[in-house]
C-alpha cells in the first residue's frame, strides 16, 4: 500500500461527512463528499489497508487533483486544520 501525505500547500477540515481542502497553490477551495471523502476518512483512521482496491479510484482522484502526494518531502502529514 502507498504511503499518502496531504500536499505541502494544501490544507483541509471536516465538514460533517465531507471535507473542505484550501489548495494554496491554486488560491482554491475544494468540497470532497461521497465516496471519496470515505476513503479519505479512512485513510485518516488508518483503517484503509484492509481495503485498499476499493478506494484506489477515489484517491487517485485526489493524487490527480494535487491535493494529496505520495512523495513524503512533498507532503506532510495527513491532520486537519484546527479551529474554535
Known sequence: MAEYFLASHVHFCCRGDAFVFLDLKQDDYMLVNGST??????????????????????LQELLDGG????????????SPARAE
Open 37 to 58: 471523502a470515505a476513503a479519505f476518512k479512512r485513510l485518516l483512521d488508518h483503517q484503509l489497508a484492509q481495503s485498499t482496491s476499493q478506494f484506489t479510484t477515489e
Open 67 to 78: 491535493l494529496l502526494t505520495t512523495d513524503s518531502r512533498a507532503g506532510k502529514s495527513l
